[in-house]
């Protein structure tokens, strides 16, 4: 009688005559029944089994399930309908594979680098470098110091070179690491990079150094914001036409208009003082009355356009378009003096010749004082082409400031709002807040209140100590939007949070298929199913640790059997007998030989599909509908 072989799952392999041998349907050799010499072949077959099948080329006849051990590549392998594939799910080679599964391993032997198979596509794992890169990012490394001891530092490599090491304590390696001979708290910039700077605002600085390589300490510069007022050894210079502004209220501007230098009160009515210091104590060398358009020279609260306490001299002409009104007696020290003309003009030759503005005649034109201690001058040098004074001028109003073109330039606090470039400036002080358009920083925040905040960096952006980056808006998946129309979808390049990762794992459902042949199945809704099919679920997949919500689909089948599953052998038999002599007893019948026909045997085996889904509620896998599959 023939040998029928099945897989396990039930389906007819191949079908073995008896003395026969099958050696084409797969790659064992099947023996039938009374084939001579089964041993070799049996042997063999137990060997196959042992080195599965062991060779540099797959076998030629594979069945679904069946291992090769891949001796080119020392892999055993697994045959799934199609291909075989590795066992360790890894691969080597300078191109992606083509056949994959989730969780795949390649490596890339052309960049040096692995990736896992996510099921969309292939993820680097690492190093974030190719090979041709050189080794590139944040090493964590341990070095011993010059007492033996070991330290913990980062190393941030660019091409095969550590650029920058990051320390948390200051120390001298035992070993000297190139472009590094001690370390300081903080980070330490390789001393074969001359010209790595850092780009970007800095909150604090301990000192700024220029292009020279000159460090400047915060007492190098002037605080703008010390009411107490602030010392400068320096020159200040000004190096446009807007000047200076003082006072609070931008009350006097000092710029130039043109070609002229001009000094302007910005306050109606306001008058102006020049107030000069003695021995005695401050006086006022000159008075403004800006109302009454009244110059004091030496003198408060003048009565007259031009109102001098104390004597004058003259050295050249003095001409009066207007009546001349002095003293009974006419000499060198003119007591008072009365001009009616509202200028007076400095450096007129006797004719009236105008002089060029580079003459030396009127290099150092304007006025003078001569004191015990050498000369006062306000006057006009034709080299900076400016008026010029080697003594303080002083607004004695707070409220005073400088003033170009009507415009307050510098108050005695601050610059005006007016001045809006100072393309000479390189340094400032430490400031309490700033603003950048519609960027403010201020303290610990960074702020736009009109439109997002957009980092174009050239660079990676590097955290000095790892953070968590918080208060992420949560953006939804397209499986989320196709659930619920009110959401809209993020973009591919969003950052999601965890709550998002939870979510859209928890939404994956787990894919089961099992054989539910000898168990109870009901086709509908409610718990009414086999406590065994739950029972396998749960080992499957425990759910204390699975998110609620989170589905399990089961693809599940029975298989039946129907027809005649027993064959009347008796019937079937046809013997024949021998008469022969036994013990002294003559023509005793033995049995001589039997033979037997075919007994025909029917069975029908039919196969129930159903499919079956739970969802884990309160901690639990629970049953929501079992329904029918038709192929």
Known sequence: MSYRLNKTDGTLLTELIDGNIDATTTNLTFIGKNYTGFGE????????????????????????????????????????????????????????????????????????????WDGIDWILVGPDY??????????????????????????????????????????????????????????????????????????????????LGNPYEINDFVNATDVSGDTMAGRLLIANDNGLIVGADSD????????TVEQRNNITNSNHKLVLNKASGPYTAQYWDAENQRLGIMKDNPAYTLDVTGS?????????????????????????????????????????????????????????????????????????????????????????????????????????????????????????????????????EIKNTTNGITLNAAGPINLTTKQVISNVTTVASARAVAENALLTEGNANDVVTKQYVDVEIGARPYVFGIDATGLTVTIGTGDSINADVKAILVTLAAPGSIPNGTLAKIHASKIASSGTDTANVNSALNKSFLAVDSGGTQNASVLQDVSAAAVPITTTFTTTRFTMEYKVIAGAWTHMTTVAYTP
């Open 130 to 211: 190719q090979k041709s890169q050189g080794l590139s990012g944040l090493q964590v490394a341990t070095v011993k110091d010059t007492f033996g001891l070991n330290k913990v530092i980062l190393k941030l490599y660019i091409g095969g070179s550590p650029v920058v090491i990051i320390a948390k304590e200051a120390f001298t390696p035992a070993v000297e690491i190139t472009g590094f001979t001690a370390f300081r708290v903080g980070i330490n910039i390789s001393t074969n990079y001359s010209n790595f700077i850092f780009g970007g605002t800095a909150d604090k600085a301990l000192s700024i150094v220029d292009t």
């Open 312 to 444: 004058g001299r003259f050295t050249g002409d003095l001409n009066i378009n207007g009546n001349l009104t002095v003293g009974t007696v006419v000499n060198e020290e003119v007591k008072s003096l009365r001009i009616a003309d509202k200028q007076i003009q400095l450096a007129l030759p006797e004719d009236s010749t105008l002089l060029d503005s580079a003459s030396q005649f009127v290099d150092d034109a304007g006025l003078l004082i001569e004191t015990t201690a050498g000369s006062i001058k306000w006057t006009y040098r034709v080299a900076t082409g400016s008026w010029t004074t080697e003594d303080n001028i002083n607004i004695a109003d707070t409220n005073g400031s400088y003033k170009i073109d009507g415009n307050d330039i510098l108050t005695r606090t601050a610059l005006a709002s007016s001045v809006t470039s100072a393309p000479g400036l390189v340094n400032i002080g430490g400031l309490t807040s700033l603003t950048v358009d519609n960027l403010t920083f201020d303290g610990d």
């Open 252 to 259: 006097h501007t000092i710029k130039v208009n043109g070609d």
């Open 41 to 116: 072949v049996l042997n063999e077959n137990f060997i196959k089994l042992l080195e599965s099948f062991a060779n540099t080329s797959a076998p030629s006849k594979p069945i679904k399930g069946q291992c090769w051990f891949d001796t080119s590549n020392n892999r055993l392998k697994v045959y799934d309908g199609t291909t075989f594939r590795s066992t360790d799910n890894s691969s080597t080679s300078s191109t992606a594979p083509l056949e994959k599964i989730v969780g795949d391993i390649w490596i890339d032997s052309s960049k040096n680098q692995m990736y896992f």
